[in-house]
């Protein structure tokens, strides 16, 4: 099959407008009323609200799924909501790319990749956000050689305050290009995005039970021997499931059916959830209730195609922090957040989750310029988590980390400087592009400056 792309629409219309009522994320930590809420359907008809925007003196901030943890887009101007903007223009073999629209979920684009038989090379284990939102903010997964969802753009289009609707890859507007794919929404707004993909192909997952201690031990080999390794620690106990993802040549071998919706429906979310609530309720419950955790899930090995591997159902709410620490760091910083926990009056409910990257030449990507590991904190929603993200931030600054720029942090463009060597590059081009701070919020204050 060569090209195919979606059916035409038949012209511009203006952009639909309506009085906003309060939009909050997905984890409910974040709140914003905006002034009005447009649903552009073409890079023209967004220009258009980008212009009106201006003209009213508002800001503007694009949405997606709400799935960021942090206030990157949230608005008391135009909020401009991605529904209007859900068509993938085109698949195109023989050049392994695909053009997505930004309010195009990753879901949806790997189904239908799929049905042409093609994939990403890596992607994260969530799949409800937007294309434009999760590159934005740099979504990752776990791999030795195969980077985040950025790093896999070949060109993307970009609408910026004045108006212009510009085509980006490393021949065109290269310097945009290197900064906006991870952009934080700071440049302009994407309208469409597209990725390298390749002909689909198959993965072995093998999920293991390990100690803490063998898995601290065998970390650097671990992530050398597996093209995706990622593990989860259980708080309060000496506990870790791993997971290694290879490429296989077959035969796919799923998991059966009974046996997913019991691992990764019944006891993943359903009692999660209710192990969860009691913990909230009865902290005092909770290492008791991660020894049993830690146990429930056995050993288990299956062959699919990439996203059934690399995604699972998240239906338990939280929020979160993240960090990436040098590669190099990782154990020692996994360590020192154990060491931390343990000697805390702390009740942690959630697995500390550790993933790997390679370094990426995106301006202001987590793994820019570095071999990555990510540790990523989670606390029920509801639940109190400041003393413990404190304490956790407190160990990852200390060794240089940079926070992903989805998740809950207290960082700001001070701090970024010095762990960012290309950061003065991207305010630089944030005040060509965006002199008058169209897309300014509080969040990019913070971490950009003014």
């Known amino acids: 099959m060569g090209t195919t792309t979606t059916a035409g629409r038949t012209g511009p219309r203006p952009a639909r407008s309506k009085d906003a009522g309060t939009w909050r994320n997905w984890a409910g930590n974040v709140a914003a009323r905006p002034a009005r809420i447009a649903t552009p359907a073409s890079a023209e008809e967004l220009a258009a609200v980008l212009r009106k925007a201006a003209a009213d003196g508002l800001t503007a901030k694009a949405v997606g799924s709400g799935h960021s943890f942090t206030s990157a887009a949230a608005t008391g101007g135009v909020l401009i909501r991605p529904e209007g903007l859900t068509a993938i223009r085109a698949i195109d073999r023989a050049a392994g790319t695909v053009t997505a629209e930004a309010g195009v979920q990753l879901k949806q684009l790997n189904a239908a990749l799929a049905a042409e038989r093609l994939s990403l090379t890596n992607m994260g284990d969530i799949m409800d956000q937007t294309v434009a939102g999760a590159v934005s903010t740099g979504t990752h997964g776990t791999g030795r050689d195969s980077g985040a969802i950025a790093a896999q753009i070949t060109a993307l289009e970009l609408v910026t305050a004045d108006g212009s609707v510009l085509t980006c890859s490393a021949q065109q507007h290269p310097e945009v290009f290197a900064a906006a794919r991870v952009g934080l929404g700071a440049l302009g707004v994407i309208s469409a995005v597209t990725f390298a993909v390749e002909p689909v192909f198959l993965l072995t997952a093998r999920e293991e039970p390990m100690s803490f201690d063998r898995v601290m031990s065998d970390f650097a080999a671990l992530t050398a021997e597996n093209e995706h ?23 796919a071998a799923p998991l059966p059916a009974v046996r997913g919706w019991i691992d990764d429906e019944l006891l993943s979310n359903g009692v999660f959830q209710a192990a969860c609530a009691v913990g909230r309720a009865a902290p005092k419950a909770i290492p008791g209730i991660a020894r049993i955790s830690s146990r429930a899930l056995s050993a288990r090995t299956y062959t699919d195609i990439p996203y059934k591997v690399f995604t699972s159902p998240r239906r338990v709410r939280f929020v979160e922090m993240e960090y990436a620490v040098p590669r190099e760091a990782a154990v020692d910083a996994v360590r020192a957040v154990k060491a931390m926990v343990e000697r805390s009056d702390l009740r942690i409910s959630f697995p500390v989750e550790v993933r790997v990257a390679p370094a990426d030449d995106i301006t202001l990507s987590t793994a820019s310029g570095r071999d990555s590991a990510y540790i990523a904190v989670h606390m029920y929603r509801g639940s109190r988590y400041q003393e413990y993200f404190t304490a956790v931030e407190k160990i990852m600054t200390e060794r240089d980390g940079r926070p992903h720029w989805g998740k809950m942090h207290t960082r700001d463009a001070e701090y970024f400087r010095a762990v960012y ?14 002199p008058g701070r169209l897309f300014a919020n509080d969040y990019l204050r913070r971490v950009l400056g003014s």
Do not use: I, M, V
């Not at 593990?231 to 035969?251: A, E, I, L």
């Open 421 to 434: 060597p290309r950061f003065a590059e991207f305010t630089e081009l944030r005040d060509r592009l965006d």
């Open 229 to 251: 390794f990622e593990f989860y620690w259980f708080p309060h106990t000496d506990n870790c499931n791993t997971k290694r993802n290879n490429r296989s040549q077959g035969p």
